[in-house]
């Protein structure tokens, strides 16, 4: 099985930086995914990390440590419309067709 | 607009009615899967579809019945569902299941049962 863990709230102020952690137990692991979505809205594609590393995208970065099972999404200069969840998923080629099982998801609430 | 259009956005039925719920997509993806989002929990695979032929079935009630007619249409025909079946349902698509790509998600039917 799998067990995806991130924190279900959190609370930044605009133009700060935010860390959002993500862990994970996987067999197969076979990349990792971060997804935004906003209420009543479909989640959209942030980033994805197969590699240890950081990959930078604008304001957005993911960072991944396959040997801790552990990757984080930072986001700089937060802005009021990055208020949302956002959700951790993981690949596991052992789970059958290259599935993705997602985490909770993190609330993010930006404040002035 | 994603690419992925999920109709209708919104559905209240009763126990004992049947529906179905549509996804369509035009991305020339060929993996089509049905998600469940229940408040607090985390999107539980339902189905999925790759070529059109269900690889998958996440010991999902037989209440709820998939059908995938073609590479871009998808279906979710529902009948005497229980209140804990209200969620969120979400469709995405992909360019294949068994390779390495990511998903893209339509914006969901919410779903009421009384």
């Known amino acids: 099985g799998q067990n995806i863990d991130q924190p279900t709230e959190m609370t930044a102020t605009e133009g700060a930086i935010v860390q959002i952690n993500c862990t994970y137990q996987?067999?197969?692991?076979?990349?990792l995914f971060w997804y935004q979505q906003h209420a009543g809205e479909a989640p959209t594609f942030l980033s994805y990390?197969?590699?240890?590393g950081l990959e930078e995208k604008g304001r957005f970065s993911s960072f991944l440590s396959r040997s801790k099972g552990y990757s984080y999404l930072l986001l700089k200069e937060l802005q009021m419309k990055d208020s949302a969840s956002y959700l951790c998923a993981v690949r596991d080629s052992e789970a059958g067709s290259y599935q993705l099982t997602f985490g909770k998801g993190t609330k993010l609430s930006v404040i002035p | 607009e994603t690419g992925v259009t999920q109709t209708p956005r919104h559905l209240v039925m009763g126990m004992t009615n049947k529906k179905s719920l549509k996804c369509e997509q035009h991305l020339g993806h060929n993996a089509m899967y049905w998600y469940k989002q229940s408040a607090k929990k985390p999107l539980e695979l339902m189905f999925v579809?790759?070529?059109?032929?269900?690889?998958e079935n996440n010991s999902v009630p037989s209440r709820f019945s998939p059908e995938c007619p073609n590479s871009s249409h998808l279906f979710l025909h529902l009948h005497t569902l229980q209140p804990e079946d209200s969620a969120l349902y979400l469709c995405a698509s992909s360019q294949d299941a068994n390779v390495d790509y990511g998903y893209t998600f339509g914006s969901g039917t919410r779903l009421t049962v009384v």
């Open positions: 990390n197969v590699l240890d």
């Open positions: 579809y790759n070529f059109k032929e269900q690889t």
């Open positions: 996987t067999s197969g692991f076979n990349g």
